[in-house]
């Protein structure tokens, strides 16, 4: 588990960390099922990068729903899946403030917190659908506070990752933005 307290961006974090550390290689197929616009990619991409969203304009294969992978891949067929779901716990956007950058993370629209979990757990289940035996499946999110109570997502996400047979890497649970 890496804490994204270190590095400026996920870009730098990818280049600086996840990659040094063998937990992607500029060889092996990946898929980004959350591309969004792609900042993870700035500084380092691997050779084979598929990257898909929900948004057609910035995915590779037109729209694609993370939690529908299978729809477009029948089986194990990426080395690396690394997932950068819409974990902000929000409720309801303003549009000022933290809430102006909503829109960029896939939160702009209203949703409980225990439908935000489903949508990350169901995509969790998509990725791994699709990843290699003995992939690496890299997932960021962070721990929050909704509805005057701590939300440990890093902990009910990893668990659920173990659940399916992935096995984290690097120790620690309760770190924000990990990767696993």
């Known amino acids: ?12 974090l ?20 959350t591309y969004g616009r792609g900042r993870f990619w700035t500084l380092w991409q691997p050779d084979d990068l598929i990257a898909c969203d929900l948004d057609p304009s910035r995915s590779d294969l037109g729209p694609l ?3 529908e992978l299978h729809d477009v891949w029948s089986g194990p067929t990426f080395d690396a899946v690394v997932f ?8 309801t956007s303003t549009g000022k403030g ?6 960029d993370y896939g939160v702009a629209q209203p949703a409980t917190w225990q439908e935000r979990h489903a949508l990350i757990l169901a995509g969790i289940t998509s990725c791994t659908r699709v990843l290699r035996p003995g992939g690496m499946l890299l997932v960021k999110c962070q721990d929050q506070v909704c509805s005057g109570k701590v939300r440990w997502q890093t902990r009910i996400f990893a668990d659920h990752a173990e659940s399916l047979g992935h096995r984290l890497v690097n120790g620690g649970r309760h770190n924000a933005a990990d990767v696993i």
Do not use: C, H, M
């Open 1 to 12: 588990v890496l804490s994204a307290g270190t590095w400026a961006n996920n870009a730098e």
């Open 65 to 67: 729903d993370f939690r």
């Open 14 to 33: 990818i280049r600086d960390a996840v990659v040094p550390l063998g937990y992607l290689r500029p060889e092996w197929l990946t898929l980004d099922p």
């Open 98 to 103: 933290a809430a102006a950058s909503d829109q």
């Open 84 to 91: 950068d779901p819409p974990y902000k716990l929000n409720g």
